[in-house]
């Protein structure tokens, strides 16, 4: 299994920083912006490892000496790690970070900075830590991580780097959910699904989720086989599973990532994300030419505007489930 790391999450931004860090260019600070789980902290990490590493080469961190261990476990006394107290980060812990940046370095004269989910700084706090940045004091490196850069005050971003980091693939965030001890199967269904890691967990804990997966699925193997159960078990067994917007929509996402899986299928390019299903899909999608799988996709992406317009749900599920047993069987 794949361990989550900088190098293996963000491998283009971790090439930029070592080159920085070669050429002691670093800035003294930055914003990382990005979804959660996309290695915001791992990159601020391994930043500071290849600042402090005795070992570094071409500004890579070893990671397996006795700095990298100490910076990993939050005992460099020269790396300090800022993170909400409650709900928010404080006025007095900015008080504190500007305290040990008027210091001289314990063990270097460099000093480094982590704070998260800054957009939580209070206001108080927010103003505090710009005086600093207007005026920095010494070699100092502050990172600033946030899933919301448009909640920072402007004037902290503009005395800033802003490196914003993109997206997980596909293929990082179902390794790094498998990390995280979720099984392969499920993983491999929520990393197509979402970007989100922390949506992703969620559902993950979900047993309603995993009954929704199993439901859709046999749903639509009934509509490829012109069951016509498939419209009582629209009420009976996918709308009691259903308990608002975010739910509908839910649903829709799974149409659409298994109807996508469909048509990957058929040219066998990866995968299918439902691995409890492969077979009975590919027996069931034999009879039908790759055009009614596409119609099908699209009749599933029109009923999504529908639901945006806040037209019933129920009456719009029972019209596509018409409408898909036309589209296939005609």
């Known amino acids: 299994?794949?361990?989550?790391?900088?190098?293996?999450?963000?491998?283009?931004?971790?090439?930029?920083?070592?080159?920085?860090?070669?050429?002691?260019?670093?800035?003294?600070?930055?914003?990382?912006?990005?979804?959660?789980?996309?290695?915001?902290?791992e990159l601020a990490l391994w930043i500071a490892k290849g600042r402090y590493c005795p070992n570094a080469q071409n500004g890579r961190p070893c990671l397996k000496c006795?700095?990298?261990?100490?910076?990993?476990?939050?005992?460099?006394?020269?790396?300090?790690f800022v993170a909400p107290e409650g709900l928010s980060i404080k006025v007095d812990q900015i008080r504190f970070l500007k305290e040990e940046?008027?210091?001289?370095?314990?063990?270097?004269?460099?000093?480094?900075?982590?704070?998260q989910d800054a957009e939580k700084m209070t206001t108080g706090a927010a103003n505090s830590l710009l005086k600093f940045l207007e005026e920095p004091n010494g070699q100092i490196t502050a990172i600033l991580l946030t899933t919301a850069v448009n909640q920072l005050l402007p004037t902290i971003i503009s005395r800033c780097q802003l490196v914003e980091l993109p997206a997980l693939t596909d293929e990082q965030l179902v390794a790094s959910?498998?990390?995280?001890?979720?099984?392969?199967?499920?993983?491999?269904?929520?990393?197509?699904?979402?970007?989100?890691v922390q949506l992703a967990h969620t559902l993950a804990q979900d047993n309603t989720f995993e009954q929704l997966c199993q439901n859709t699925c046999r749903w639509y193997l009934q509509v490829l086989h012109n069951d016509w159960r498939c419209f009582v078990d629209v009420q009976s067994k996918i709308l009691p599973l259903l308990s608002g917007k975010k739910d509908e929509q839910l649903f829709l996402d799974l149409l659409v990532l298994l109807t996508k899986d469909l048509l990957l299928l058929r040219y066998s390019q990866r995968k299918f994300?439902?691995?409890?299903?492969?077979?009975?899909?590919?027996?069931?999608?034999?009879?039908?030419?790759?055009?009614?799988?596409?119609?099908?996709?699209?009749?599933?992406?029109?009923t999504k505007k529908r639901i945006a317009v806040n037209v019933s749900f129920q009456n719009v599920i029972e019209a596509l489930t018409l409408e898909l047993c036309r589209c296939y069987h005609g």
Do not use: W
């Not at 070592?18 to 789980?37: D, R, V």
């Not at 990390?179 to 979402?194: F, H, M, Q, Y």
């Open 1 to 41: 299994m794949e361990q989550r790391t900088a190098t293996n999450l963000q491998p283009r931004l971790t090439k930029h920083f070592a080159e920085l860090i070669t050429n002691e260019h670093l800035a003294h600070a930055y914003i990382f912006a990005g979804p959660q789980g996309v290695g915001k902290e």
């Open 273 to 302: 994300s439902f691995t409890a299903f492969n077979q009975e899909f590919s027996e069931a999608l034999q009879p039908f030419s790759t055009q009614k799988i596409l119609e099908a996709t699209e009749l599933i992406l029109e």
């Open 101 to 115: 940046f008027s210091k001289s370095g314990v063990e270097s004269n460099r000093k480094f900075f982590i704070i």
């Open 177 to 196: 959910l498998e990390k995280d001890g979720i099984s392969k199967e499920k993983a491999l269904v929520l990393g197509r699904l979402t970007d989100s």
């Open 66 to 80: 006795a700095e990298c261990k100490r910076i990993a476990e939050g005992n460099q006394p020269d790396v300090v």
